[in-house]
């Protein structure tokens, strides 16, 4: 973070910012008069729940209003040019060369039919401040600074070539291309794993400290927030909640919602132990897996899980667990090895597989933006299962989908007919476990569903989880990297790392000492409530300079 005892010129003002958005039939209040100052070199954490409007005032910011929204009132001074008052084509200069904006998802953000140093390059070419040579040799310098492997080269290949991690960082090197005065970070470590989180806000802070730009850290996580800002502002259905400096904030928030968000994940089910004499759900027995024409990416994998029980399954990117996934739903065949449903192998293949089988086992994805059809109604999403397993029809498929949204807490008369857009993240989060349990499954997988989610909707997406496990007597497989819903939600933990199980067992032994090397590696790679955290952490694991290359 940058030093904070000097004041230097500021670069942002923003003064009673008002945005309003379109509902079809009105222009309702979406941001109520928010200010914001920042200064040269700062950073300035922006934090609250969905809706809370960080990421409208971040696109306010580069004097920007997402579709169906309008900056209604209000100044906006970035370096003395007012954006409310400048034309389309002051604003559209800014972008890209002095206000950049790294957003959550780059794998989303990311042309995936260019090269990764093409699109870097793109601005600036564009803005004339480079010759393409000049370009690259610099993105290849960014790539070093920003800790990437193979520099000169990773560049050169395309978006899904790169892990997320590194594809994030590719991000922020293309964001730094033209040397701009203010970044916008978007939740830009959100869906990554703890130990490719802390490569990337290392080579986010080292990058911002190097070249004294301003930024807007923009997340729900607090304990990252804490390593990454200068001071954080609390924000709650567009309105300021209150505002400090990072260290007061953390020690001292004075406001009742600010210590609410303080103490969330404040759930914590019983674990419970495995039934004596039973026979597992599911059992994944010495599974190895290959893509075509590849190396094995699985290699003897073994666990079991039980009737009603929940196993998180843990390890950074690439560790296997959504390839243990797909090769259980029979999406891909494993070389070798076998999956159990209540004793009996399931065919390799899901088109070898029975309409029953099938319907044992579902899955719930990490991002409800693009499992869900924008296109589609909500009754149709729901119902299209009810309708294939179960064969139901008219009035009978319509009580369905509405028994369905009352299961999952959504008022069927306000959802039936609505489309995915028109809801919030843990809104279609909810219509995913919905479309889940249409099928009447006795095994779901839950891959990262709340990876994507601030605490407080998380927290609730965890609790209604555990209900329907209860009422309907559910077994789940828990793909997370977050150890917090680890704590929260599993009776069991398998640990993988590089295809491999390498540590397995109940969940209060596996967060006891002494630990695996690499769950040891994991646990100590969650983020904690200490502006020094970061810091020292990375003093720990030997990583002093922003230019090694050392993993982290």
């Not at 309008?70 to 002051?90: H, K, P, V, Y």
Request: aromatic residues 6%; glycine residues 8%.
């Amino acid at each position: 973070m940058s030093a904070t005892g000097k004041k230097k010129q500021v670069l942002l003002d923003i003064e009673g910012l008002k945005i309003e958005g379109f509902t079809g039939e009105e222009w309702v209040p979406i941001i109520k008069g928010v200010d914001l100052k920042l200064h040269r070199g700062e950073v300035m954490g922006l934090i609250g729940e969905s809706g809370a409007g960080k990421s409208t005032i971040g696109a306010a910011a580069m004097g920007y209003a997402r579709d169906g929204t309008r900056i209604s009132g209000g100044s906006i001074d970035f370096d003395g040019m007012e954006l409310t008052t400048a034309t389309e084509s002051e604003r559209r200069a800014l972008r890209g060369a002095r206000i950049a904006y790294v957003a959550q998802s780059a794998a989303a953000s990311f042309n995936p039919a260019h090269k990764i140093i093409d699109q870097h390059t793109e601005a600036p070419l564009h803005y004339r401040i480079q010759k393409r040579m000049e370009a690259q040799e610099d993105a290849m310098e960014l790539y070093e600074r920003l800790r990437l492997p193979n520099p000169k080269e990773i560049g050169f290949r395309y978006p899904h070539q790169v892990s997320g991690g590194q594809l994030q960082r590719a991000m922020t090197a293309m964001a730094m291309s033209c040397r701009p005065d203010l970044i916008i970070f978007d939740e830009p470590t959100t869906a990554l794993d703890v130990t490719t989180q802390i490569e990337v806000l290392a080579a986010i802070r080292d990058i911002v400290d190097q070249f004294d730009t301003a930024a807007i850290y923009i997340t729900h996580d607090l304990a990252v927030v804490a390593q990454m800002a200068d001071t954080i502002k609390v924000l709650l259905k567009g309105e300021e909640v209150e505002q400090a400096s990072t260290e007061k904030m953390l020690s001292d928030p004075q406001e009742d919602y600010t210590k609410s968000l303080w103490a969330v994940r404040s759930f914590k089910r019983p674990q419970k132990s495995r039934p004596k004499d039973a026979t597992a759900l599911v059992s994944v027995q010495n599974v190895d897996a290959a893509y075509t024409g590849g190396e094995k990416v699985l290699e003897d994998v073994s666990f079991d899980i039980y009737e009603g029980m929940t196993v998180a399954v843990v390890g950074e990117s690439g560790s296997g667990k959504s390839t243990t996934a797909r090769c259980i739903t029979g999406l891909l065949p494993p070389m070798s090895g076998q999956v159990l449903f209540k004793g009996e192998p399931l065919p390799p293949s899901y088109h070898d597989r029975t309409k029953d089988q099938l319907r044992q086992a579902q899955m719930i994805y990490q991002m409800a933006d693009t499992a869900l059809n924008p296109k589609v109604r909500i009754s149709e999403i729901i119902g299209r299962p009810a309708q294939f397993y179960s064969g139901l029809k008219g009035a009978e498929l319509k009580s369905r989908v509405d028994e369905l949204l009352d299961l999952i807490e959504l008022e069927p008369s306000q959802y039936y007919d609505r489309y995915p857009p028109e809801l919030s993240g843990g809104q279609k989060q909810r219509i995913g476990i919905a479309r889940a349990l249409a099928a009447e499954p006795s095994f779901i997988i839950c891959d990262e569903v709340t990876s994507a989610l601030d605490q407080l909707v998380a927290e609730g997406i965890l609790k209604l989880l555990d209900r329907l496990q209860k009422e309907l007597g559910l077994a789940y497989m828990f793909i997370t990297h977050d150890l917090a819903t680890v704590r929260s939600i599993a009776d069991e933990v398998v640990v993988m790392q590089n295809g491999k199980v390498v540590e397995q067992g109940p969940k209060e032994e596996m967060f006891t000492p002494p630990h695996h090397p690499y769950t040891d590696l994991l646990l100590s790679s969650v983020p904690e409530m200490d502006p020094n955290w970061l810091t020292t952490l990375l003093e720990e694991r030997g990583v002093d300079n922003v230019g090694e290359s050392a993993d982290v």
